[in-house]
């Protein structure tokens, strides 16, 4: 148990990762890693919103979830961790801290200076090198936006 999936998803809590990977899952806690969104109480109360009931929802800043990342991952509940972008993931797991451990790109959609690299992946330059320095942090970084699609590795999408 522990973290089931970590996710890049700029929606975070909503339908797709609810019902979609929530189905699969069935975590009994979302946490959201999100410097700005930890900082907003109605934001995190809007957004907790879209939890279905019976599940909880944390919101964190990286710096926090830096210090509590050892203590999801040895949780006895299951849990699926989110973040807006490729760089509230990056600093999550620099100095090795999500080494060997998967992270899933799911929602990076259409938006000045992204190029579309899937349906629902659009990426910009700085996004490709972030994913690139996740690899060199020991992620194992693939895209996919339900857990019945195929999985796409960073290799595939960095062409």
Avoid: C, K
């Amino acid at each position: 148990m522990g973290i089931v999936l970590l996710r890049v998803d700029e929606r975070l809590i909503h339908g797709q990762v609810t019902i979609g990977w929530g189905a699969r899952l069935e975590p009994s806690l979302y946490v959201v890693v999100d410097d700005e969104l930890a900082g907003s109480q109605w934001e995190r109360e809007l957004m907790a919103l879209g939890v279905p009931p019976g599940v909880e929802a944390a919101f964190a800043t990286v710096l926090d979830a830096r210090e509590r990342l050892d203590r999801w991952r040895g949780s006895d509940q299951e849990i699926i961790l989110l973040t807006r972008d490729l760089d509230h993931m990056l600093r999550l797991a620099r100095g090795g801290r999500l080494r060997g451990a998967h992270v899933n790109l799911g929602g990076l959609h259409h938006a000045p200076g992204r190029m579309e690299v899937l349906p629902y992946l659009y990426l910009t330059e700085e996004d490709q090198e972030r994913i690139r320095e996740l690899e060199r942090e020991g992620v194992d970084v693939v895209a996919r936006d339900l857990p019945t699609s195929p999985a796409r590795s960073a290799s595939d999408i960095l062409r």
